[in-house]
């Protein structure tokens, strides 16, 4: 049986390691090599890596720091942040990065997330959106390099990111990004409906039970932030990944 | 001695290299035909299209001089669409596979309600149905890492070395004499494919 995948998402800035609080207010949790070594020794599913300032300033991947990642990572890892081309894809590739995220390339146009499939695979591309809720309480699709609300049909955008040979949709719910509050569990639900390909949900886990609800609720995978960085009512932090057995029992 | 890790622009070389390192091996990326052609050993990675897979073998002039090297007995591990490449053929495509295994690949087939999403991504097990020096002690967890929309079927049952469950039972594993495939990738798969490179390695 497969198994559902638990992910470690992990944020650089400064290539230092960083957790956010509803895609704010960055705060240093660490070295980013060793955070990975560590993920590495606990024999994490798979891990995500998302450069969050290099679409705002519209800098490439810093790729000598992203192989050196690769050089310790023995399960895959998918890499987002500032790529805008395939060749930029093709670097990524060479250097041992399984797949890649894209999400300001992909909303300007689809075409990149084709020209990456048809040469290197669909499994090698995840188009990555940001959920947010506007005022009213409607899921709107954010932009993270702009922080901006987009007026788009989002999921319309997800059928067309599919079509154009996505190989993972990664959904991140703005607002619950950072708070160990539960995942929203309707915005997964509504994105399940429409998803043909594999669904990782991220944003708001902050227990194991969290982890089973967003299964429930139709995610293929679940990436988790704060939940594995933070320790405590303080936040202190500290790296942890359920063991192996403990998963399989949680989401069997 | 020299190990042969064979690039001919399909994808991720890097980590499959990482891995060998990691259990004390030493293999050379190449895309040289006469760098593959004195291989003692190769391993055929790869992720992306099947027909692409073929043409750029033979743009390089590989796809022969795997074969040559196949017939004289050179032990070879194809990984992923190196595993797909080993095959006659897939339905993915329309060009010839280097054929050395008896079998072709098809798409995952599910019915529309299913709850079987395309491709199969992720850690799955595997049940090593042969005797064989990859894996050689079946007995105990095998889990590894998978991401692929294709899966073989072998023409003759021996050839089958592991099976996996996604949807209905499909061959994850196989092999014949000097030619190993694997549709998940070891040098991903934690310490479990840390095992099976050092197996190969050590043939």
Redesign the interface.
């Known amino acids: 049986m497969l198994r559902h995948r638990v992910i470690p998402c992990l944020l650089l800035q400064d290539d230092g390691l960083v957790k956010t609080l509803r895609f704010e207010n960055p705060k240093y949790v660490g070295d980013p090599i060793n955070a990975i070594r560590i993920f590495n020794e606990k024999e994490v599913d798979e891990l995500l890596v998302l450069d969050i300032q290099a679409s705002k300033s519209k800098r490439e991947p810093n790729y000598d720091l992203i192989e050196e990642f690769a050089g310790e990572c023995f399960m895959p890892l998918a890499y987002g942040g500032g790529i805008a081309s395939v060749h930029q894809a093709r670097r990524l590739f060479s250097i041992g990065v399984e797949k890649v995220a894209i999400q300001t390339g992909a909303l300007a146009n689809l075409d990149l997330v084709n020209d990456i499939a048809v040469r290197y695979g669909n499994q090698s591309v995840v188009v990555a959106l940001d959920i947010k809720k506007n005022l009213l309480g409607r899921y709107k699709l954010y932009s993270s390099a702009t922080g901006k609300a987009l007026d788009r049909d989002w999921l319309e955008l997800i059928k067309l990111a599919i079509d154009a040979g996505a190989g993972e949709i990664l959904i991140n719910a703005v607002d619950r990004d950072g708070t160990l509050s539960g995942m929203d569990l309707s915005l997964i639900e509504n994105v399940a409906s429409v998803c043909s390909i594999p669904l990782i949900a991220a944003g708001g886990v902050g227990s194991l039970a969290d982890i089973k609800a967003a299964v429930k609720a139709g995610a293929s995978a679940v990436a988790c932030g704060a939940f594995f960085v933070y320790q405590g009512p303080h936040r202190a932090v500290l790296i942890t990944y359920p063991k192996y057995d403990e998963l399989t029992a949680l989401l069997r | 001695m020299s190990i042969i890790i064979v690039d001919y622009g399909?994808?991720?070389?890097?980590?499959v290299g990482?891995?060998v390192r990691?259990v004390g091996g030493c293999a050379k990326v190449s895309g040289k035909r006469g760098e593959v052609m004195a291989a003692s050993k190769l391993i055929l990675p790869g992720?992306?299209?099947f027909d692409?897979g073929v043409n750029q073998l033979q743009a390089l002039g590989l796809f022969s001089a795997v074969q040559e090297i196949a017939a004289r007995g050179v032990s070879i591990l194809g990984i992923c669409?190196g595993m797909q490449l080993l095959s006659k053929r897939s339905e993915e495509g329309n060009l010839g596979g280097l054929a050395l295994i008896d079998a072709e690949f098809k798409r995952f087939l599910f019915d529309n309600k299913s709850s079987f999403?395309?491709?199969?991504?992720?850690?799955?097990?595997i049940t090593v149905v042969k005797k064989n020096p990859l894996i050689p002690n079946e007995e105990g967890e095998q889990r590894f890492?998978?991401?692929?929309?294709y899966h073989a079927v072998c023409r003759y049952e021996e050839d089958i070395l592991a099976k996996t469950?996604?949807g209905y039972p499909f061959t994850s594993a196989y092999c014949r004499d000097n030619i190993f495939g694997v549709q998940f990738?070891p040098?991903?798969?934690?310490?479990f494919?840390?095992a099976l490179i050092k197996n190969f390695l050590e043939l």
């Open positions: 399909m994808g991720n070389i890097a980590s990482n891995m990691k992720v992306g299209a692409h669409l999403r395309i491709p199969h991504v992720g850690w799955n097990h890492y998978f991401t692929h929309s469950e996604y990738h040098e991903k798969s934690h310490r494919g840390m």
